[in-house]
């Protein structure tokens, strides 16, 4: 195993009592187009898993949405039984209609659904950690998330669920559910350009409670910014490495979950975030 150091993964956080690396990878890409369906090349999928859990990466974000099914079944393939140190983190809350939409799934009866599909797909008896994904496609929406939030919370009581977290959520939802049980992230859109959550990430890190960007390099449209092309050509890097490199140096509770269905472009990422940034450039970048 080429286990690279901790500072190149930005170092450690801990979920719960669950010790995760910073730097993840997240498992989307994975399936085929538009995240539907089986992806093109099976065995570089299973190559891209293995790769991440030999560079030392100990956190997988996933949903038995993507495919459906495909991830979680991928996941299970390359890596079970799971290395003790690997933490698996999904999601609940959407589903897929066949148009490759993401329809909400958050009655009851589909908050429980979802779960047990992931201990199925995953091959697990326990899911480490359950994001309950809000909003829509648009991104965050206003309202309520105590039924579906409280139908996990019954779950985690049952030995189901060891932690819970909230995704696609406004500051409102993620008091609410604090209110009603403790969380230990959240997973929002966030990156160098789309910096909406600024102050909510500090509120969390005060509190202990990671936040974790989806999108961290811009998601299906690459990250554009002037400083960050600047920064990167004066470095010699590439504005993805420099972005992410940005992430870390952040907010010490910002968890980065890059995809790709690469194994050279996972190598890349993990090298491009152990990118060390100057003050200057960092209020540069700040300034975008």
Not at 32 to 44: E, L, T
Not at 165 to 171: E, L, P
Request: aromatic residues 4%; glycine residues 8%; hydrophobic residues 40%.
């Amino acid at each position: 195993m080429s286990t690279l150091s901790a500072s190149l993964h930005g170092g450690t956080w801990t979920l719960g009592d669950l010790t995760v690396t910073r730097f993840g990878y997240g498992a989307m890409q994975l399936a085929g187009p538009g995240v539907m369906g089986p992806p093109a090349d099976h065995d570089s999928a299973l190559a891209v898993l293995r790769e991440a859990v030999d560079l030392g990466i100990t956190h997988i974000d996933t949903s038995d949405a993507y495919g459906p099914h495909v991830t979680n079944q991928l996941i299970r393939e390359a890596l079970h039984p799971y290395p003790e140190s690997l933490r698996i983190v999904t999601k609940v809350g959407a589903t897929r209609d066949q148009q490759g939409g993401w329809p909400p799934a958050r009655e009851p009866e589909d908050v429980r659904r979802s779960v047990h599909e992931n201990l199925d797909t995953l091959g697990l008896d326990v899911l480490d950690l359950v994001n309950l994904r809000l909003g829509d496609a648009q991104g965050p929406q206003p309202g309520s998330l105590a039924e579906p939030f409280e139908t996990l919370v019954e779950l985690q009581q049952q030995g189901l669920i060891r932690h819970l977290g909230v995704s696609n959520a406004t500051a409102e939802q993620v008091a609410e559910a604090q209110a009603i049980a403790p969380i230990v992230c959240v997973q929002n859109m966030y990156n160098l350009a789309y910096r909406q959550d600024d102050k909510l990430i500090d509120i969390l890190a005060e509190e202990g409670v990671a936040y974790v960007p989806f999108f961290p390099l811009g998601g299906f449209s690459p990250l554009q910014s002037a400083a960050l092309s600047t920064v990167a050509a004066r470095r010699d890097a590439t504005p993805m490495s420099v972005a992410l490199a940005w992430l870390l140096r952040r907010s010490p509770n910002i968890l980065l979950i890059p995809g790709t269905s690469s194994a050279q472009h996972l190598r890349e990422n993990v090298a491009g975030a152990g990118l060390s940034l100057s003050d200057e450039e960092l209020a540069e970048l700040d300034r975008t």
